[in-house]
């Protein structure tokens, strides 16, 4: 089996203000992602920036065969949301955006804007696989891309770029922090025996206080020497399957000419020992292919493809 998860990059449709520009740009940018998903043949997939569900349609028709929707029902401001393209069908379980009850409202710009909620919603379905039920989380988190008063990416000056840049980053920590509630309601202290994956867009890299928080008790990272001996965290415990991706190919985007890996998938005790194989990419490319992209995301409106790879693992 394999899991997946990808940042489709703006999948709207054509002629709006964030989608192709005519059903020609449209069609082939269709081309390009349902290529790389033939290839993959994931079992279930997370998707993220799906603008239209139409869309989201559109693309598992190009794929072709039987496929399973289900797209959360909370967007953010751009309509874009979080979703799964699967082979069996799935049974939504949760698609929230609230935080945690004891979590409280997070600061978002200088006029004192306060949230408590995410900025796309939180999805989780069960499905069924031959080795049994799986239940899976989707999210795209905040990003690290900042966008100032008035549709602006750049700062007036330093101090604006500094409170703009916190503001971020306590809502992307907010929203970890929902997610890993999310993950408790899935593992239900049940790590060992249940198959529990999060994954999406964290939109930061592995060792990056947000991405550490879904993790859990620390102590038996991949790659530690606790990882093989078990332990009363297990039961709680997601990991990131990261260490498993060949160095070469540990990254999922290419930012101002440098590489990194903001797209995760976290696995519970019972799922990650059984991964077999994990990878961004396609398997028999020897690296991902990606344009390298900056601060002004509307640069590649209608571009075909997508700027992320996709994160894979294969699970025996």
């Known amino acids: 089996m394999l899991l997946g998860t990808w940042n489709l990059e703006n999948l709207y449709l054509p002629g709006g203000p964030s989608g192709p520009a005519d059903k020609a740009a449209y069609e082939t940018k269709l081309a390009a992602l349902a290529a790389v998903i033939t290839e993959l043949d994931p079992a279930l997939l997370g998707v993220q920036e799906v603008g239209d569900p139409e869309a989201l349609r559109d693309l598992a028709q190009a794929v072709g065969g039987t496929w399973h929707i289900a797209l959360s029902e909370q967007a953010d401001s751009r309509g874009i949301r979080v979703g799964f393209l699967g082979r069996a069908p799935m049974e939504v379980l949760h698609d929230t955006s609230a935080f945690p009850a004891k979590l409280r409202p997070v600061q978002a710009d200088d006029a004192g804007l306060e949230t408590a909620r995410t900025g796309r919603g939180l999805l989780a379905v069960l499905t069924e696989t031959e080795a049994g039920p799986l239940r899976v989380a989707v999210a795209h988190l905040k990003s690290k891309l900042l966008s100032y008063p008035n549709g602006r990416f750049q700062p007036r000056d330093e101090g604006e770029r500094a409170r703009y840049g916190a503001y971020a980053l306590y809502r992307r920590a907010a929203e970890a922090t929902a997610l890993r509630a999310l993950a408790d309601e899935l593992l239900a202290g049940k790590g060992k025996e249940r198959d529990v994956a999060v994954l999406g867009d964290l939109n930061d890299e592995v060792q990056a206080a947000t991405t550490q928080i879904l993790l859990g008790p620390p102590g038996s990272e991949i790659g530690t020497s606790g990882y093989e001996h078990p332990d009363r965290g ?23 000419g440098r590489r990194e890996l903001i797209d995760h998938i976290l696995a519970s005790h019972h799922l990650v020992h059984r991964v077999t194989a994990a990878g961004t ?24 493809g997508s700027d992320h790879a996709p994160v894979w693992v294969r699970v025996g």
């Open 234 to 256: 297990d039961a709680m415990r997601l990991w990131d399957v990261a260490p498993l991706i060949p160095a070469e190919r540990r990254y999922s985007r290419i930012n101002s």
């Open 281 to 304: 990419g396609l398997p028999d490319d020897e690296t991902p292919r990606l344009p390298s992209v900056g601060t002004d995301p509307a640069e590649r409106q209608g571009a075909p």
